[in-house]
């Protein structure tokens, strides 16, 4: 195995032994379908100039000096392509995202290992170990590991896992699209508020609408607005889309007026509507934290129609632990949980087994009103009426508690409502 750090700076000597400068860089590209990418030429620094020498053309290249095939005058310049990586110049100290750990960390090195003559990038280094090896210091800190007994953390990641991403952009691990959503959106969150805002943006640019939505979810209002900045409006209409209502309506709250009116029209009719509804009451009251995705259902069903219902349409629901149960002019009357539900006889009414003592809360009551009801009876949710009684919405457990707990307390507890 040799690493980058311990190659660059080596002196580089044509055939005749003439020391024509030193390496400056390599510069590797994909063949052949392989993943790691090959190196295909030295990078020199010459006095006065640079010269990319073809890797055909040299000697050894893990040596004290470089030494190369052929005469300075006989080398023919490699001409790099669009899609090869310079290590040290596109890769080197570059950000990527440790999908494993979840975490953002740093290219600190390369490691380089040799197949049938050829040279590929094996691994990247994260770890102190190759910041130090850069430095100068990686033998001093071995002697000192080794001496009490302490060893230092090697951080490699495979180069398998890693993907260039073009232009400015971080280097992350490789994750195709189908795994990058199989990542839980609050890692996703995690990840995205280590890097920039810029490549925050440029990472949500790469994923699909429902995990950008999934995502957004998990943070701040504020900083959602911040991430959404610079996206195309379109985009961010079909991102607010799949967002649940209520927060789709927070995010909106945070954008300045015209540009939330339009996307507002941009957005699908029936979602807007309903995002329109919570933003016409306070922003800390039960209308105002509420959400529209609940499950109602009339009483004369029965238990087996119920479950058929359900099938048909839970995915459209922020939570089903509770279904609520409604007249014909949306009077709440009842309410029956999933446990309820599975125990009932397939052809018993909802009316008969549902629960007509309810907790219910106000359209204009406060958040704080509505979560002091929903730790007394220790609910997962609260549904919302107005003054007639009908159902307006329902308030999950932890839109509830979402100002009352500090946040980072907040994303530690349970989230078995979902």
């Known amino acids: ?53 073809p890797y055909d ?79 100068g210091l990686a033998r001093v800190a071995q002697a000192l590991a080794k001496r009490f007994g302490r060893g230092m953390p090697p951080g ?9 991403l073009p232009g400015d952009q971080p280097l992350r691990l490789k994750v195709p699209g189908e795994k990058m959503t199989e990542l839980h959106p609050a890692d996703l969150a995690e990840i995205i508020s280590d890097l920039s805002r810029g490549e925050s943006s440029k990472l949500l640019a790469s994923l699909d609408v429902k995990t950008v939505a999934d995502t957004l979810e998990e943070v701040e209002p504020e900083f959602q607005a911040s991430l959404v900045e610079t996206m195309p409006d379109d985009k961010v209409a079909d991102v607010l889309d799949e967002m649940a209502p209520d927060e789709a309506a927070d995010l909106l709250a945070e954008l300045p007026q015209d540009r939330s009116e339009e996307l507002l029209n941009l957005m699908e009719t029936e979602e807007a509507a309903d995002v329109r509804k919570l933003l016409a009451y306070p922003e800390e009251s039960a209308g105002g934290i509420m959400t529209t995705e609940y ?18 349409t839970a995915d459209e629901a922020e939570t089903i632990f509770y279904v609520y149960v409604t007249d014909a002019d949306n009077r709440l009357v009842g309410i029956f949980s999933l446990k309820d539900l599975v125990l009932a006889k397939p052809g018993t009414a909802l009316s008969e087994f549902m629960h007509r003592r309810l907790i219910t809360v106000n359209l204009h009551d406060s958040q704080d009103e509505v979560a002091q009801a929903i ?34 307390w907040k994303k530690r507890m349970p989230r078995i409502y979902r």
């Open 295 to 312: 499950i109602a259902l009339r009483p004369e069903l029965t238990a087996d129609q119920a479950m058929q219902v359900l099938r048909e």
């Open 1 to 53: 195995m040799a690493y980058l750090s311990a190659l660059t700076g080596k002196p580089v000597a044509d055939l005749e032994g003439r020391r024509i400068g030193h390496l400056k860089d390599l510069v590797a590209s994909f063949r052949g379908g392989m993943p790691h990418p090959e190196i295909v030429a030295l990078v020199v620094a010459c006095p006065h100039r640079r010269l990319v020498v």
């Open 375 to 408: 730790a007394k009876y220790n609910l997962l949710a609260i549904p919302v009426v107005d003054d007639e009684g009908r159902l307006q919405g329902i308030v999950t457990a932890d839109d509830a508690l979402d100002k009352i707990i500090p946040t980072a």
């Open 156 to 164: 490699i990641i495979s180069w398998d896992d890693v993907e260039r």
């Open 57 to 135: 053309d040299v000697a050894v290249l893990v040596a004290p000096a470089i030494p190369l095939k052929k005469r300075l005058e006989e080398i023919a310049p490699y001409e790099p392509a669009e899609t090869d990586l310079f290590l040290a110049r596109d890769v080197l100290d570059r950000q990527i995202i440790d999908t494993n750990g979840v975490r953002v960390v740093r290219v600190n090195d390369l490691e380089l290992a040799r197949v049938n003559g050829h040279f590929y990038v094996a691994n990247v280094d994260v770890g102190g170990m190759g910041l130090l090896r850069r430095m």
